[in-house]
């Protein structure tokens, strides 16, 4: 190691005198150098012991010094570098709120806490002040943080697919769905009583719209009132596509739920003239057999093309969903079997119990559990028969496992293979939802109350998602879970090394094999 002192003059005339500790290293056979740690505003006097110590004549060595274990770095060193890497950090900028938002990204990654726990005990463990540049920050800050990134969040998601998509220029598919996330509370602003995909009873909700790239990477997130039904979310998304972004040629891609006969015109419509990638109900399906457009017969493993006029049908039975399915009736019958017999015998011993309302509890799990149509049950002097529909039970398996993807764009824009596993690309979106919601990130329950900082919140998990799934792409080959690559990350600390009162923060040089692998496959530098 040796101390490196560089002056360089201002543009106001004065001379600025920076000094660093520097080492040396071989890489390919070349001897170069890197900085261990800057030391500019100590004393002169303690440089200078040190540096007469680094030549071998000071009275003590380096292995004399005083040594701890510092700071967490190597985790939010990674998320800086890969938020650079994504365009996150240039679709920010420069100012405090850009890294109170880079700031709140690692967090989020890496604890899954408040803002109260991460301006108050995570900034404790973690190298914000060296990785970051600001240090004193408080939990309104945070809170502010969150509004500023929903007042400015279509600026920044303008900028951040500018920077990913400057270069692609032909017809684009775009992957959209819809979520929704509970609330702890009753006070927010965007709260309200709908639909619940959470299965949580009682709880207050937002619905969340996601945009995502054909890479399943998220281009724009958008929070809706947690009554907004699916389909009263999809003409922003196409007006953001225009308009935001710029978008002149789109293939839109939604499930049966999000996409109906009012969403297709508008997509069709003079405005956008666009294509749209969407599935139909087992009652469409069922009205095109009917009709004679469609046959049974040819619902097969491979996949089928059916076209009637402008709209294309791609035809597949999954023969496994369709074995699960069947299992799945089985076992919901067999279900209703014990059932009755439980009732019968219960019936048998308490003569007094009303048999008309052990049937109705029965009746009200046959409904819940779907099976209605094939199933119904008699009573006769107090025992309650179950009765089958065989006929009925065979034509409600004749769709097992059978589904159809529906669109009007032309096959020499968009194949039969390419508009079945375009479709099947929802996946992803899925995925995002799974991923922020109950794995990595940890959205829910929500805790936020102000309209802005609601949207802001959502944003960041956005952002962190984008983050996270460049992490996990990169690094597939590797077959570590994501949890364990954060939490390998997050254990590379600085070492600390006290002279004379100073600090040395030393980023160490030897880390773990698994960790130097991440690292390494990651493309970066600590």
Sequence with gaps: MFIQRTQRKGTNGKIYQSVVLMENYRQDGKVKHRTIATITK?????????????????VFSLDDMEFSYGKSYGAIKTIKEISRITGITKALGNGKQAKLALIQIAARLISQGSRNYIANQWIKNQDVEAVFGIDKFNEDDLYKNLIWLSENQNKIEKKLYNIRHKDKKSKTIFLYDVTSSYFEGEKNELADYGYNRDKKKGKKQIVIGLLTDSEGYPISVEVFRGNTTDTKTVSSQLKKLKELFGVETVIFVGDKGMIKSAQIDEILSDEYKWGYLTTITKEQ???????????????????????????????????????EIKKNRTEKIEYIKNLISEKNKYLSQHKKADTEKAKEKIQEKISVLKISKFINIELKERILILNIDEQAKQKEAELDGCYVVKTQVA?????????????????????????????????????????????????????????SKYIRDATKDLRYTHKFIFESLDKIQRLEYKFKNKTLNIVPKKILEHQAKIIKTLNIKL
């Design 42 to 58: 100590w004393p002169e006097k303690v440089i200078n012991d040190l540096e007469k110590i680094l030549k071998g004549k000071g």
């Design 285 to 323: 399906i069922n009205t095109l057999i009917n009709k004679g457009i469609l046959q049974l017969s040819l619902f097969e493993d491979e996949i089928v093309e059916i076209q009637d006029k402008d709209t294309r049908y791609i035809l597949r039975r999954n023969k496994y969903r369709a074995e």
């Design 411 to 467: 096959k020499k824009d968009l194949s039969t293979r390419d508009a079945h596993d375009r479709y099947k690309d929802l996946s992803m979106v899925e995925f995002v939802f799974r991923t922020a919601k109950t794995t990595l990130e940890e959205m829910r329950p929500i805790y936020v109350q102000k309209e802005a900082q609601t949207r802001g919140y959502v944003f960041i998990v956005m952002l962190a998602y984008i983050v």
